[in-house]
């Protein structure tokens, strides 16, 4: 992910699961609470010294959470 996707996913008022985001937060209260510590703590990285990276780990996080409920569902 690149620095402008990840700068307008920050400005943006959805989160990356679809639900709604204050703008300049990486992710909903929900997604936020979910990732672990340390990498919550990443996301307060400045934007082109990490945190894009970080913002990308989180997506990458809680979209491997999300498949892995959808298939305990099954």
Do not use: W
Not at 13 to 35: D, E, I, Q, W
């Amino acid at each position: 992910m690149g620095t402008r996707q990840a700068v307008s996913d920050l400005k943006s008022v959805t989160c990356h699961c679809g639900a709604a985001k204050p703008p300049m937060n990486s992710h909903c209260r929900r997604c936020y609470f979910a990732l672990p510590q340390p990498m919550r703590r990443a996301l307060y990285k400045k934007i082109r010294n990490g945190y894009e990276e970080a913002y990308q780990a989180s997506c990458e996080y809680l979209d491997e959470m999300k498949s892995k409920e959808i298939s305990s569902a099954k």
